[in-house]
């Protein structure tokens, strides 16, 4: 098991710049890939970035060049930095931990969430 929690939500002007962090604990050490999703109100859960345990990293297209993800493995932290923020960006924002099992299946683990609502 794997146990998530988020922190640094809150509310920002656009334009504005927010942090996020998420602290793993549990079986951290089983963990490949960790990352960030986010779900706005009506809308599905879509990805914004993740990274791997060697530090690849991938950015959805709608924030590459605003968000910068990183992670400290000796922490089993993951951090989203999130630069010139826009009104479209307000959601809830989710860190995830992907474990491998077996082949390509994994178990996906997340946190419970944390609010980021940019006003206009």
């Known amino acids: 098991q794997v146990q998530l929690v988020e922190s640094g939500g809150g509310l920002v002007q656009a334009g504005g710049s927010l942090g996020l962090s998420c602290a793993g604990s549990?079986?951290?050490?089983?963990?490949?890939?960790m990352g960030w999703y986010r779900q706005a109100p009506g809308k599905e859960r879509e990805l914004v970035a993740t990274i791997t345990n060697s530090g690849t990293t991938n950015y959805a297209d709608l924030v590459k060049g605003r968000f910068t993800i990183s992670r400290d493995n000796s922490k089993s932290t993951v951090d989203l930095q999130m630069n010139s923020l826009k009104p479209e960006d307000t959601a809830v924002y989710y860190c995830?931990?992907?474990?491998?099992?077996?082949?390509?299946?994994?178990?996906?683990?997340w946190g419970k969430g944390t609010l980021v609502t940019v006003s206009s």
């Open positions: 995830n931990a992907r474990v491998p099992i077996i082949g390509t299946i994994a178990m996906d683990y």
């Open positions: 549990g079986k951290i050490s089983a963990i490949n890939a």
